[in-house]
């Protein structure tokens, strides 16, 4: 199952719940999830794909420094990971990018645009509490966030939240929140199963 899981993070994938996912290979990282999402990816015909870079920095929502800072990795691939599913009453797909570190791929920022009757779309979630990475969830938004504790490495975090939200009519509605303490028994970067406890 882990091997599945980083080969659907690490491209374009297609599947059965409406949901299709691109990006750029790159090395997983604690901070971004490693479990196979429950929504991947999309059989059938997907809609025209959309210049995420232009997205983000055409963005008024988003400041001038993460603007400044997302920069190509390597020539003209940017880090970033963008989704395509339905998660409003958009008129067609909405669309989460997460952005990431080039070195570790850690999420710096994750965003949810709406599509508009105009063709355009528009900023309706935004999130840049490092490390954080959402993913569409069947037609729920899930937001990631890997808790550090000190001395933690980027590779072995102490825990992580992870929300859940559903849009509601016009704006995206927490309904749920789960917490997970790792295990520090022979914690190490190979990924050891964590010891899970709930909240909220």
């Not at 400044?68 to 020539?75: G, H, S």
């Not at 063709?119 to 969830?137: C, K, T």
Request: glycine share 12%; proline share 4%; charged share 25%.
């Amino acid at each position: 199952m882990a091997a599945a899981a980083g080969l659907l993070l690490a491209g374009c994938n297609a599947g059965s719940e409406g949901v299709r996912k691109e990006g750029t290979a790159q090395t997983q990282s604690a901070a971004k999830p490693t479990r196979l999402p429950s929504a991947s990816a999309t059989a059938g015909q997907p809609q025209e794909k959309v210049d995420a870079v232009k997205l983000i920095k055409g963005d008024p929502k988003i400041g001038a420094q993460v603007k400044k800072d997302l920069k190509p990795c390597v020539k003209n691939q940017y880090p970033l990971d963008v989704i395509y599913g339905k998660l409003t009453d958009g008129s067609r797909d909405d669309i989460v990018v997460n952005i990431l570190t080039c070195g570790d791929s850690v999420g710096v920022g994750s965003y949810v645009y709406r599509a508009k009757g105009d063709g355009s779309y528009e900023n309706v979630f935004m999130i840049e509490q490092a490390p954080v990475y959402a993913e569409i969830d069947r037609r729920d938004l899930r937001v990631t966030k890997q808790v550090y504790g000190p001395g933690d490495a980027v590779c072995c975090a102490s825990g992580e939240d992870v929300m859940t939200y559903h849009w509601s009519g016009s704006e995206f509605r927490e309904t749920g929140r789960t917490h997970t303490d790792y295990s520090k028994a022979g914690n190490n970067d190979k990924g050891d199963f964590p010891s899970v406890g709930t909240e909220g």
